[in-house]
């Protein structure tokens, strides 16, 4: 699987997890002369968030974590700051 599909994935596993509420965004974002895909997770109401960077759990998904996993993962950086 690609890291296109991968990133779909994840945000759409994300979207189902969350409900109403909340909207995740991806975006490059560049870093030191790299790009990184990053995700953006929005409360309703809210205008700042912080960003999580999405090629660990890449890697992850590519070493067999399902995608449920990562995603619980991603919430609980989201969550527990």
Do not use: C, W
């Amino acid at each position: 699987m690609n890291r296109e599909a991968m990133k779909q994935q994840i945000l759409e596993a994300l979207s189902k997890k969350l409900g109403d509420g909340y909207h995740g965004t991806l975006e490059k974002v560049q870093k030191t002369n790299i790009d990184l895909d990053g995700l953006t997770i929005l409360k309703d109401g809210e205008t700042i968030t912080p960003t999580i960077y999405l090629e660990p759990f890449y890697k992850a998904l590519e070493n067999g974590v399902s995608v449920d996993d990562v995603t619980d993962r991603i919430l609980y950086i989201y969550f527990n700051p």
